[in-house]
């Protein structure tokens, strides 16, 4: 029985000290985490209540930091499990055993639907066009020679002129002074193309962001601005084809759209933004007061310049049945192909995590026969916008309840007090479920962001979420995620593979790929072709593998106390196989990240 507490904090300390009796001497043990010091003497002792605060957070988190998951402090000083808690789950990981089942796991970024099919490196060895086109392409930009041709060739004075009426007719202010001054006399590569000035001040990727592709109301498909780079069918075969049907679309094309949950129908030239001198430092005060009809100018001449580089290289009618096949493929078909790999490769799973997962997806899905084998565990707050979320399958064989509880919210409010983890609605998902041996597990998938600099503080929450309540502490973690890290990270701007390795093994935790992952075991390769605005990012077809995303970015963990690997695979073929140095997606394989799956085993010691 308790006979005395005593509790005194101070700024930047949590002293707490319980003993049985008064007069014991007393055994400080030290425990650090982040900034605040955490003092406890445990000899003799038991904790009873402690108050909730920023302390006891403090102090959940410090447990965890030395035994993760199911563990908390005990009469002896040291961190032990729950004896009654821990017994149950181990109860069910014997009965797991002696029926010798395993869990398999797949985890897959399946990746958000890209509106442009062009933009990505894709191997499509079917058709030689593909590559021929794109090399073609590449040339063009890199070594364009005598094709360096002044703007006004290709976006000609006649094309201006009507612009300008139809700028003048909607009340923006005039801009034939950057034209005769400065855009038509530019060379369209390396005056225009290849200028990073442009580049920096949004002249021509913001007007492309608002308009290549836009969402209405009560119409499944997306419609187009004529370009080259999104699924824009129409005839793009000669410029004055382009012209007539661009004009036509920014001006007399009235479209209804949702947004902030209010629906409004306008033509699409006023959906454009300006552009603020504050966000994008490049543009100049006088730019800025006219952002608006420079943009609308300059989008149009980046579109004009697509399409004659496209009509150069290419018989117009060989790109643009390259462009409908890969548009079939890589943008409609994207979600039917998606769902056809998790149905007949991934259907015999027991657990399947998967991000950039969209609304439509999850829709599909619960029609098909997945919606038959497994509960479909969506976010309860969806992200309807980004429509890129982190999903759940359980089979409905191994987990007959389906999910217990979710979870996700908890997590988000464990990450450490004053750190700023970049993550976006969706992008975890955090479930509990208990399986058909009784065993209580918490499964989560997550999103990283582009620099896996979230990882390690998400990982830390779901640990800090698990000790922080008595009913989650013996449930046994399943993490599938994307952890975006890198085989060679740039200090402090990315997270590099083996410190992250080092991180979950801190919790007693391993993965499929062990305790230390091999960074070389790569899960992506993809790399941006020359067709995309972003052409400082662009890759040259000979060093798609050295500057492309190559990195070992996919993971599933687990304790390392309740299972071990029985065997892990990895597959961009959707046919569980994985073809090294091979980009990816494919017509066949929708993803840029590969599939990652094991099959685990129960560790039971006696």
Same mark, same amino acid.
């Given at each position: 029985?308790?006979?005395?507490?005593?509790?005194?904090?101070?700024?930047?300390?949590?002293? $707490?000290?319980? @003993?049985?009796?008064?007069?014991?001497?007393?055994?400080?043990?030290?425990?650090?985490? +982040?900034?605040?010091?955490?003092?406890?003497?445990?000899?003799?002792?038991?904790?009873?209540?402690?108050?909730?605060?920023?302390?006891?957070?403090?102090?959940?988190?410090?447990?965890?930091?030395? /035994?993760?998951?199911?563990?908390?402090?005990?009469?002896?000083?040291? $961190?032990?499990?729950? *004896?009654?808690?821990?017994?149950?789950?181990?109860?069910?990981?014997?009965?797991?055993?002696?029926?010798?089942?395993?869990?398999?796991?797949?985890?897959?970024?399946?990746? @958000?639907?890209?509106?442009?099919?062009?933009?990505? !490196?894709?191997?499509?060895?079917?058709?030689?066009?593909?590559?021929?086109?794109?090399?073609? $392409?590449?040339?063009? %930009?890199?070594? *364009?020679?005598?094709?360096?041709?002044?703007?006004?060739?290709?976006?000609?004075?006649?094309?201006? &002129?009507?612009?300008?009426?139809?700028?003048?007719?909607?009340? !923006?202010?005039?801009?034939?002074?950057?034209?005769?001054?400065?855009?038509?006399?530019?060379?369209?590569?390396?005056?225009?193309?290849?200028?990073?000035?442009?580049?920096?001040?949004?002249?021509? +990727?913001?007007?492309?962001?608002?308009?290549?592709?836009?969402?209405?109301?009560?119409?499944?498909?997306?419609?187009?601005?004529?370009?080259?780079?999104?699924?824009?069918?129409?005839?793009?075969?000669?410029?004055?084809?382009? !012209?007539?049907? !661009?004009?036509?679309?920014?001006?007399?094309?009235?479209?209804?759209?949702?947004?902030?949950?209010?629906?409004?129908? &306008?033509?699409?030239?006023? =959906?454009?933004?300006?552009?603020?001198?504050?966000?994008?430092?490049?543009?100049?005060?006088?730019?800025?007061?006219?952002?608006?009809?420079?943009?609308?100018?300059?989008?149009?001449?980046?579109?004009?310049?697509?399409?004659?580089?496209?009509?150069?290289?290419?018989?117009?009618?060989?790109?643009?049945?390259?462009?409908?096949? =890969?548009?079939?493929?890589?943008?409609?078909?994207?979600?039917?192909?998606?769902?056809?790999?998790?149905?007949?490769?991934?259907?015999?799973? &027991?657990?399947?995590?998967?991000?950039?997962?969209?609304?439509?997806?999850?829709?599909?899905?619960?029609?098909?026969?997945?919606?038959?084998?497994?509960?479909?565990?969506?976010?309860?707050? %969806?992200?309807?916008?980004?429509?890129?979320?982190?999903?759940?399958?359980?089979?409905?064989?191994?987990?007959?309840?389906?999910?217990?509880?979710?979870?996700?919210?908890?997590?988000?409010? #464990?990450?450490?007090?004053?750190?700023?983890?970049?993550?976006?609605?969706?992008?975890?998902?955090?479930?509990?479920?208990?399986?058909?041996?009784?065993?209580?597990?918490?499964?989560?998938?997550?999103?990283? &962001?582009?620099?896996?600099?979230?990882?390690?503080?998400?990982? +830390? @929450?779901? $640990?800090?979420?698990?000790?922080?309540?008595? @009913?989650?502490?013996?449930?046994?973690?399943?993490?599938?995620?994307?952890?975006?890290?890198?085989?060679?990270?740039?200090? /402090?701007?990315?997270?590099?593979?083996?410190?992250?390795?080092?991180?979950?093994? #801190?919790?007693?935790?391993?993965?499929?790929?062990?305790?230390?992952?091999?960074?070389?075991?790569?899960?992506?390769?993809?790399?941006?072709?020359?067709?995309?605005?972003?052409?400082?990012?662009?890759?040259?077809?000979?060093?798609?593998?050295?500057?492309?995303?190559?990195?070992?970015?996919?993971?599933?963990?687990?304790?390392?106390?309740?299972?071990?690997?029985?065997?892990?695979?990895?597959?961009?073929?959707?046919?569980?196989?994985?073809?090294?140095?091979?980009?990816?997606?494919? %017509?066949?394989?929708?993803?840029?990240?590969?599939?990652?799956?094991?099959?685990?085993?129960?560790?039971?010691?006696?």
């Amino acid at each position: 029985m308790v006979r005395s507490v005593a509790l005194c904090t101070a700024a930047d300390e949590l002293i $707490i000290g319980v @003993a049985a009796t008064p007069s014991l001497p007393l055994t400080v043990t030290k425990l650090f985490y +982040s900034f605040r010091q955490l003092l406890f003497i445990p000899l003799g002792c038991t904790i009873l209540t402690l108050p909730r605060s920023s302390h006891v957070c403090a102090y959940v988190r410090a447990l965890s930091r030395l /035994g993760g998951a199911g563990q908390f402090l005990g009469s002896s000083g040291r $961190i032990v499990p729950d *004896p009654d808690l821990s017994a149950a789950a181990m109860k069910g990981l014997e009965a797991m055993a002696a029926a010798r089942r395993k869990l398999q796991i797949a985890t897959w970024n399946i990746a @958000a639907i890209n509106n442009n099919p062009f933009e990505y !490196w894709i191997t499509y060895n079917e058709e030689p066009a593909y590559e021929k086109i794109m090399t073609e $392409i590449e040339i063009f %930009l890199e070594s *364009p020679g005598e094709k360096d041709v002044p703007v006004s060739a290709v976006f000609t004075e006649a094309m201006f &002129d009507q612009l300008e009426k139809r700028m003048d007719g909607v009340g !923006w202010d005039n801009v034939r002074s950057y034209w005769d001054e400065d855009f038509k006399n530019r060379k369209i590569v390396s005056g225009f193309m290849k200028d990073p000035l442009l580049g920096s001040k949004r002249l021509a +990727s913001m007007p492309d962001r608002i308009t290549n592709t836009i969402n209405v109301v009560n119409s499944d498909e997306p419609v187009c601005r004529p370009t080259v780079i999104n699924m824009y069918s129409g005839d793009l075969s000669t410029l004055d084809i382009w !012209w007539s049907a !661009w004009e036509k679309f920014m001006f007399d094309t009235p479209l209804t759209i949702e947004n902030k949950g209010e629906t409004k129908t &306008d033509p699409v030239y006023k =959906m454009l933004q300006p552009i603020k001198k504050a966000k994008y430092p490049d543009i100049t005060e006088a730019e800025e007061k006219v952002s608006l009809p420079l943009q609308t100018m300059c989008g149009a001449i980046f579109d004009a310049i697509l399409v004659h580089m496209m009509n150069t290289v290419s018989q117009p009618d060989v790109w643009q049945s390259l462009k409908k096949t =890969m548009v079939e493929n890589l943008n409609k078909q994207k979600v039917p192909h998606t769902l056809d790999i998790l149905e007949n490769v991934y259907g015999t799973s &027991d657990i399947i995590t998967l991000q950039e997962v969209s609304a439509s997806l999850i829709n599909q899905a619960r029609r098909r026969e997945l919606g038959q084998k497994f509960w479909i565990v969506a976010p309860s707050d %969806l992200d309807a916008v980004r429509d890129q979320n982190s999903v759940i399958f359980l089979s409905k064989s191994t987990f007959p309840a389906g999910p217990s509880a979710e979870i996700t919210h908890l997590v988000e409010g #464990s990450f450490e007090q004053g750190v700023d983890v970049p993550i976006a609605k969706g992008d975890i998902l955090a479930i509990t479920a208990t399986d058909r041996d009784n065993i209580p597990f918490i499964i989560a998938s997550f999103h990283g &962001d582009t620099n896996g600099l979230a990882t390690k503080p998400v990982l +830390s @929450a779901i $640990i800090t979420a698990m000790t922080s309540d008595p @009913a989650l502490i013996t449930h046994k973690l399943i993490f599938g995620l994307d952890a975006n890290t890198y085989e060679k990270a740039k200090p /402090g701007k990315q997270q590099d593979v083996l410190e992250w390795g080092k991180h979950y093994v #801190s919790f007693r935790l391993t993965s499929c790929w062990g305790d230390v992952p091999n960074p070389s075991n790569y899960t992506t390769f993809n790399s941006r072709t020359y067709l995309q605005p972003q052409l400082n990012k662009a890759c040259k077809k000979s060093d798609k593998r050295s500057n492309g995303d190559v990195n070992p970015k996919d993971f599933i963990l687990f304790g390392k106390g309740d299972f071990k690997v029985d065997r892990t695979w990895k597959d961009n073929t959707g046919e569980k196989k994985y073809i090294e140095d091979m980009a990816f997606p494919t %017509l066949k394989f929708p993803s840029d990240h590969g599939v990652l799956a094991t099959i685990i085993e129960p560790v039971v010691t006696h």
